[in-house]
């Protein structure tokens, strides 16, 4: 059965690699993302997929992603939150200000990035999920567990969990369920901006894991495709980590 599949920040890296993966079971991808230029080209490249530039840090962003749903489709089946990134490749606003200026905006950043997109689009389409049956994933990260080496970063992640628990409560009763997932390292997203991550510190991630590699946007998007699935319909409110044990337990 063709379902819709919503995925933000849907344009590269995670968000592509899951694009890609409902795409091959022949479900209806929309590839939602702030970079007009980068959603285009990312849905020319995802069968069928449809992209839509908004910036789902406004309301304004948030509603239009609403009314192309309730035009174009209908209902979602499977809501994937995969916008977000780093706030210190955001551009400074000031580069006088000062230490508590600084604070302020790369805090305000981060949770304008990692919390603010995932809130509003969730709020703006809880009404078109399927039900039963609907699907609402969301982007944590193994930062939210154990820091990182940017607060902001972290607590923005962590913020997302109790609010995906508060939904699970409130839509479980409707047949939709709500859940995290939490990768650790993860190559090729684009996340460490341009010049990516030093080969160094790669190899140090890599060996904190039990398996011996580092993380793929291909991994993230085969366990966020088996959360959608009819299989994982009694799973609910929880965080799966993808990490190859570089973070061990919930």
Request: hydrophobic letters at 45%; glycine letters at 14%; proline letters at 4%.
């Amino acid at each position: 059965m063709t379902r819709t599949v919503v995925i933000s920040g849907g344009g590269t890296g995670i968000g592509l690699a899951t694009a890609h993966r409902f795409a091959a079971d022949g479900d209806q991808v929309l590839v939602v993302g702030r970079r007009a230029r980068v959603v285009q080209e990312a849905a020319g490249r995802v069968p069928g997929a449809q992209a839509l530039a908004a910036d789902l840090a406004t309301v304004e962003g948030a509603e239009q992603v609403a009314q192309l749903v309730k035009a174009e489709y209908g209902a979602v089946d499977v809501l994937v939150h995969g916008a977000g990134g780093n706030g210190l490749l955001e551009p400074d606003a000031d580069d006088e200000r000062g230490p508590v200026a600084d604070a302020a905006h790369h805090w305000t950043a981060n949770f304008r990035l990692n919390v603010l997109t995932a809130v509003l689009l969730t709020e703006a389409l809880r009404h078109r999920l399927a039900s039963p049956g609907g699907r609402v994933l969301f982007l944590s990260s193994i930062a939210a567990h154990r820091g990182s080496g940017s607060a902001a970063y972290a607590a923005s992640k962590a913020a997302l969990h109790p609010y995906a628990f508060d939904l699970a409560r409130q839509l479980g009763r409707h047949g939709i369920t709500v859940n995290l997932v939490a990768p650790g390292y993860v190559e090729s997203t684009g996340f460490f901006g341009p010049r990516g991550m030093p080969a160094e510190r790669r190899e140090e991630l890599a060996a904190e894991t039990f398996t011996g590699r580092v993380g793929t946007p291909g991994d993230v998007a085969e366990t966020l495709h088996w959360l959608a699935s009819h299989a994982a319909g009694h799973l609910t409110g929880q965080c799966v980590q993808v990490n190859g044990g570089a973070q061990l337990g919930c």
